[in-house]
């Protein structure tokens, strides 16, 4: 492994182990005060955990027990760089001399450094851009040349923070495909809300909530089948959990209500799978295109049906996305076209019911 952290802060409410592999990227995902800023501050040397350690190709940078501080790299001697929402470009240096900050820094020679800031500046596409001050460009190639500004010290590790939350839509797009080309062999820990940038950039997400780690794998496969509410929400799944109901082969949802569906773990599908054990916590996922909804309650082919409270009715691409509210199967979603929500004539407060096929929810261990 290349990166090794045992995170403990008490006062934050954190705890946290994480592993990253060398030239893997992984997105850290999770709602505000999850602990992904945390994380990357004690990975970069900006905050001491309580307890724990931060390894980096097998070399101690920090290691705290019990509030003792046993080993400390200072935050300049740790090959690791981070590049947060704001660019924090220097203000009196050029966007050359602020890319070639970092080969300085390591001692290179005015001549290397002058050299390795043409090249950044090539590949980020702004050489015009050599003898401009940070305020004379935008947010967007701001942003740009701080990411090249990172790379060009060549840290061993790579940390973003958020890298586009305060950027412009319109050029967000750019800086992520930046990302993309530039990323591609590095050992990277990225903190986003965006499932854009996890999908694009990620190798791994890890899902934190409560300054605990709640599910983590393949960034697709987390995305497909998430078994957080956080995760399932950013990807547009629905998500319920309940616990496991043997005689029905269902799970039994706080409400008394079940659901059913195809039951699967981290391997194989239904006919694979052994049964959970009574009692245990389970997660039913499915997307809000498979969700069917009517006036009233249907019979037909094994399928769940709630009776919902529509909270919003939301222009989702061509389709019409119908939220509902809280009466016995918690926050739902559901995909309709507008002929369908003309027909139905609903508005928000009208009771309906969401109605799902099993074979369109998949059903995984918490």
Do not use: C
């Amino acid at each position: 492994m290349s990166l090794s952290l045992s995170v403990h802060v008490p006062e934050r409410d954190v705890q946290i182990d994480l592993e990253v592999a060398d030239g893997e990227t992984v997105a850290l995902l999770g709602p505000n005060g999850a602990g992904k800023s945390t994380l990357l501050s004690v990975a970069a040397g900006l905050l001491r955990p309580h307890h724990g350690h931060v390894t980096l190709d097998g070399r101690t940078l920090t290691r705290v027990e019990a509030g003792r501080t046993r080993a400390w790299v200072p935050p300049h001697a740790r090959q690791v760089a981070l590049l947060a929402q704001d660019p924090l470009l220097f203000p009196h240096l050029s966007v050359r001399h602020n890319i070639a900050f970092g080969p300085r820094s390591r001692g290179a020679s005015p001549r290397s450094a002058a050299a390795d800031a043409a090249r950044w500046l090539d590949r980020i596409g702004l050489p015009e851009l050599a003898d401009r001050r940070p305020a004379e460009v935008s947010g967007g190639q701001a942003q740009r040349v701080a990411v090249a500004r990172a790379l060009a010290a060549d840290p061993r590790l790579l940390l973003l923070d958020e890298p586009m939350a305060a950027l412009d839509v319109d050029v967000t797009p750019a800086l992520r495909h930046l990302l993309w080309e530039v990323l591609a062999g590095r050992t990277v820990l990225l903190a986003t809300h965006d499932v854009l940038d996890a999908l694009l950039l990620a190798d791994r997400v890890v899902v934190l909530d409560g300054g605990r780690v709640t599910e983590q794998g393949p960034t697709r496969e987390v995305l497909s089948r998430p078994r957080s509410a956080f995760a399932a929400r950013i990807a547009g799944l629905n998500i319920l959990t309940g616990t496991w109901s043997a005689p029905e082969r269902a799970i039994r949802l706080p409400t008394g209500d079940l659901v059913q569906g195809r039951l699967h773990d981290d391997g194989g599908a239904a006919d694979q799978v052994a049964a959970p054990q009574p009692g245990a916590t389970m997660t039913a996922a499915f997307r809000p295109s498979a969700v069917s909804i009517f006036p009233e309650r249907t019979a037909g082919s094994p399928r769940n049906a709630w009776p919902v409270e529509v909270t919003a009715l939301e222009p989702q691409s061509g389709l019409v996305r119908v939220r509902a509210g809280q009466l016995s199967a918690g926050q739902l979603s559901a995909d309709i076209t507008p002929q369908a929500a003309a027909d139905l004539a609903i508005t928000p407060g009208d009771t309906v019911w969401f109605t799902v096929k099993a074979t369109e929810v998949d059903l995984y261990p918490a």
